[in-house]
Every structure is written in structure tokens, then in C-alpha cells.
């Protein structure tokens, strides 16, 4: 018995360990960018798209899952398309993939469960979110290779998250609101912004792999320039939003929340100094999407 109980312990440790390594090959926590924007989209639709007061607990949870595994998938697929890329940047040399810590063929395997389950959860949605998941997921592989022969790969990743709220407003109405783009688009530059203040570090590796992005082409100077511009504009279109759906207070209040923490972001990172970058990227976009999601949700619920 005692030899079975420690087989048993053996490979529960051992799925422990793989469920924590892919995890961290992903980077899951980080689905808490897109996942407040999706989960307001479905607010706004259930408001003002089919008139109910809250979207079915049974949506959200689909939502939910359709985003966590679309992610999963882009993701993996990103790690796989970049394996040989990650093994000669000394800055991702030690991620999963490229150590063998995880195999190809597993990551292959992954992606395609998470594309299962996301087309499955599109499904059980309606019918159009059905039909335009394989859409979603063209999309989100796409970018996996957009830096190999564009400088704006930032905006096609800002775009693969900026889906998500049309994407969520569709799961909940069956259809979508043209004012849903504004949001996309939002999305799409914040993302972008801060993905081109992320692509800083690689700039060195970039030159020399021959990858393509705004840092490499404009410089690191004008790079910050660049991420400031869209972020400025990201508030611009979340004002054009809440103005388009008459939106209460809370949606204004959330709005200047988020354009202080992008201008404490920016604050964070200059051209000479980028050792608090990862303090920019993660911990602030994370309070900027959870705040979105508190400040816009609370204004549809107190909305007439």
C-alpha cells in the first residue's frame, strides 16, 4: 500500500508540476487584461443590446471560458511559432518551450485543446459566435507571425484582445453594435501601446534576428512617443464610448482613473532607464483593465 500511496503522490506532484509549468508558458494570470473588457462588453449588451438588467450566470461562465481557452491557444501557438527565437534571446531563453521543459508535440496537443474548447463554448453561446470562432482563432494565430515581416505586430496583438468585447457583446446579443468597435479599437491601442514599450527591451535581438517592430524602426525615443500617442487616443475613444451610450458618471470617473495610471505607466519608463518596465506592463495594465471593468460595470448598473 505504501508503494502505490507514493506512485500516486509521484504523479499527482508530477501533474501538479506540468499544470504550473504551463501556466507560467502562457503567462494565465495575464489573462486579467482582456478577460474585465470582454466581461464589460457583455454588461454593455445585456443593457442596451437586449434590455435585460445582467447577462445569465450561465453566459458569463461560457464567456469565460471562451476567453481563457482562445488565449490559451494563442498563446502556446506564439511560444511554438517563436521556439527558435526564445532559445537565442537571452531575455526568454529559460521559458518552457525552449528548455524542453515542455515538448512541441504537448504544446501542439494543448493548442489544439484550447481551440477545441473555445469553438465548444462559442457553441453553447449562439449561433454566430459559433460561426466566426474559427475567425477568432485565424486571427489570433496570425500574430505569432506578424513580427517577421511587420513593424506593427503590437497593434495585431492590441487587435487579438481589442476582439474580445465585440466578441463577448455577440456571445450575450447575437449580434453586434457598431458602437462595440469603438471599444475594439480602444483595446487594440492600449495593447499596442504597451506592447511597443515591452518590445523595447528586445530591441538589440530584434536587430539582430532581423524581427520587425516600432522600437527597431523609430528607435527607442521615439518608440515611447509612439505608445504615449495611442494611449492618448485610447481615452479619446473610451470618452467617444460612454458619450455614444450616455453612460452615468462611474463611466467617467473610470475613465480619468485610467488615463493617471497610463500617464503613471509612462512615467515609469524613459528612453535611458527601462529597469521598471515590467512594473509598467504588468501590474499597472492590470489595474487598468480590473478598474475598466469596476467603473464602466458600475455605471450600468446605476444607468436609467
Request: proline residues 3%; glycine residues 6%.
Amino acid at each position: 500500500m505504501t508503494g502505490n500511496n507514493n506512485v500516486m503522490l509521484y504523479k499527482n506532484r508530477y501533474s501538479c508540476g506540468i499544470v504550473i509549468t504551463v501556466c507560467e508558458m502562457i503567462k494565465f494570470e495575464h489573462s486579467v487584461f482582456a478577460l474585465p473588457f470582454a466581461l464589460t462588453g457583455a454588461l454593455l449588451a445585456a443593457r442596451y443590446g437586449e434590455g435585460q438588467a445582467w447577462p445569465s450566470v450561465r453566459q458569463i461562465v461560457w464567456i469565460m471560458v471562451a476567453m481563457v481557452s482562445a488565449r490559451s491557444a494563442a498563446m502556446t501557438m506564439n511560444r511554438i511559432a517563436d521556439v527558435s527565437y526564445d532559445r537565442a534571446n537571452p531575455r526568454t531563453r529559460n521559458r518552457a518551450l525552449a528548455t524542453g521543459t515542455v515538448s512541441i508535440s504537448f504544446a501542439w496537443a494543448f493548442t489544439f485543446a484550447s481551440a477545441v474548447v473555445l469553438i465548444i463554448a462559442a457553441w453553447r453561446l449562439n449561433r454566430l459566435a459559433l460561426e466566426l470562432s474559427p475567425v477568432a482563432l485565424a486571427v489570433l494565430f496570425l500574430y505569432s507571425y506578424t513580427k517577421r515581416f511587420t513593424m506593427w505586430s503590437h497593434l495585431v496583438l492590441g487587435f487579438c484582445l481589442g476582439m474580445s468585447p465585440a466578441a463577448a457583446w455577440i456571445a450575450i446579443a447575437g449580434a453586434l453594435d457598431p458602437r462595440m468597435l469603438i471599444l475594439c479599437a480602444a483595446v487594440t491601442l492600449w495593447v499596442g501601446g504597451f506592447d511597443v514599450l515591452y518590445a523595447c527591451q528586445d530591441l538589440d535581438f530584434d536587430r539582430r534576428a532581423g524581427l520587425y517592430s516600432v522600437p527597431k524602426r523609430f528607435g527607442v525615443t521615439r518608440a515611447l512617443l509612439i505608445a504615449r500617442g495611442m494611449h492618448v487616443i485610447m481615452v479619446a475613444l473610451l470618452a467617444w464610448l460612454a458619450a455614444s451610450f450616455r453612460l452615468p458618471w462611474p463611466a467617467w470617473a473610470g475613465i480619468a482613473v485610467i488615463a493617471a495610471l497610463l500617464a503613471y505607466e509612462h512615467s515609469l519608463v524613459h528612453a535611458d532607464d527601462l529597469r521598471r518596465l515590467n512594473a509598467a506592463f504588468f501590474a499597472v495594465n492590470g489595474y487598468i483593465s480590473l478598474l475598466f471593468l469596476l467603473f464602466w460595470g458600475a455605471a450600468v448598473a446605476v444607468a436609467r
